[in-house]
């Protein structure tokens, strides 16, 4: 992988991958950003139906966009082969070229899962930087995914499954081709909304018990191209927001009398009186 890492070089506010010079201000459309854009999102996401979802368009630098595609070919592949779907992602933890990590190096970051926070309306999202069930995602023709829901829990962490966030890669894909992303409502018997795996679209996908989708229908596009897209999974933790000082504080050798005192009522005291107790002191 050494040579893939040749292959990317910064330069003040611009970063060079493969020759083409990405100015680090334009990675993502800055607009998304704002604070009425993030309230009419999470407007439209919860409106979204059959269940709370999200489709935006640009959010991406296309460049970045086209140099995640080159890198396909180059990818570290697991073969997901069953009767309930047919497709391949990238290894748990795999090498990534340059383009791939930096659009994953952006999604994970802190000020991203902010905004994503903001717009679904859950705080303290957790990315996963080895990608379980996300990374490089694509499908053969013919490839079929059944209608499915997605995981509670990640496998090795038992954090809890938030949200999906898919980026589709596939330039001029057609309706009639197939491989639309079917949303199907909660009786599980129709599909109510398909989102097009068109290049530049990027979807939020709330995880919740109503949350069904998939390609059933066999993809068929006329020239054997594949269907691509990159996505990531994010997570809460169980004890998010709940934690006491008393548990995330760093514990000193030497202390004052006086905050040896505190330490213990906070250790004996419920967390709800201690939190008054706080806020009386503090006036």
């Known amino acids: 992988m050494v040579p893939q890492a040749r292959m990317t070089a910064w330069e003040p506010d611009t970063i060079t991958i493969r020759g083409v010079r990405l100015p680090v201000s334009d990675l993502v459309n800055r607009s998304f950003f704002e604070p009425t854009q993030i309230e009419a999102l999470r407007a439209r996401l919860q409106a979204g139906q059959p269940f709370p979802h999200l489709v935006v368009k640009d959010l991406f630098n296309p460049q970045l966009l086209e140099l995640v595609t080159e890198e396909f070919d180059q990818s ?46 859950v705080p303290y999202l957790l990315p996963d930087p080895k990608l379980f069930g996300g990374g490089l995602h694509e499908s053969k023709p013919g490839a079929t995914f059944a209608v499915h829901r997605d995981f509670n829990l ?3 962490l038992g954090l809890k499954n938030e949200m999906v966030f898919i980026t589709y890669l596939n330039k001029g894909w057609q309706p009639e081709w197939g491989a639309s992303l079917e949303l199907w409502n909660a009786t599980k018997d129709k599909c109510v909304t398909k989102v097009l795996p068109e290049f530049g679209y990027t979807l939020l996908m709330p995880h919740g018990p109503a ?14 191209r594949p269907r691509r897209s990159i996505a990531a999974y994010y997570y809460t933790s169980p004890n998010a927001g709940k934690t006491r000082e008393d548990q995330v504080s760093s514990i000193f050798i030497k202390i004052s009398p006086l905050d040896k005192l505190k330490r213990v009522a906070q250790m004996i005291s419920p967390p709800l009186l201690w939190s008054a107790a706080r806020k009386l002191i503090k006036r």
């Open 76 to 121: 570290q592949w697991i073969d997901v082969r069953s009767k309930y779907e047919s497709t391949r992602r990238t290894a748990l933890g795999a090498h990534l070229g340059p383009a791939s990590q930096l659009y994953f190096d952006l999604v994970n970051s802190g000020w991203f899962t902010e905004w994503l926070s903001a717009v679904i309306g």
């Open 154 to 156: 990640h496998r090795h």
């Open 211 to 224: 949350s069904f989708h998939g390609h059933p229908d066999p993809m068929n596009p006329p020239d054997g």
